[in-house]
């Protein structure tokens, strides 16, 4: 489960690095291995598909915020959408559909202001340390898992959030 996160956080920020490569137009190109093709559009999409033997996967970077529907987690109210960090990953594993979404917010509130409003939405972190200052939450059933990490980072509190899908 956690390799399974890992490669799913890897490919997220590699969404977001196509995303901010990609620029004005469309252009799709193919490449063929022995393995399958991977086709990466170009321009404004930031999206690359791979098609094997076992089916197909979609990496998709996302333009603007992800909302909380997507996120299945709320939003610190007037944090910011840090852009370029936001993408969604589509495909399959052992023949069902799997995907994930992503995003990272920050705000210039007190971290202790915003752990406090998470515990009051979403209970006691999983994960809490003092020194650096963080807190972490996960959350779901069976087939849908959601976390939500709490940290101070250049001066600011970033919040990060992301939804897998579709997992076993």
Partial sequence: MHKRLAVVFFCLGLVSLLAFMAGCGKKERTIKTPEG????EEGGGGKVTFKGEEGETTY???GEAP?????GAPIYPGAQYVQGTGGTVKGTSEGEAVSTTGGQFTTDDPIDKVISWYE???GA?????????E???MMGSEKDIVTVS???EDGKTTITIARLSGVK
């Fill in 150 to 152: 709490v940290a101070e």
């Fill in 120 to 122: 009051g939405k979403l």
């Fill in 125 to 133: 972190p999983v994960y809490q340390s003092t020194s650096p200052r």
């Fill in 67 to 71: 909302t909380e529907e997507e996120l």
């Fill in 135 to 137: 807190a972490s939450w």
């Fill in 60 to 62: 998709q970077a996302l």
């Fill in 37 to 40: 093709e991977i086709s990466v």
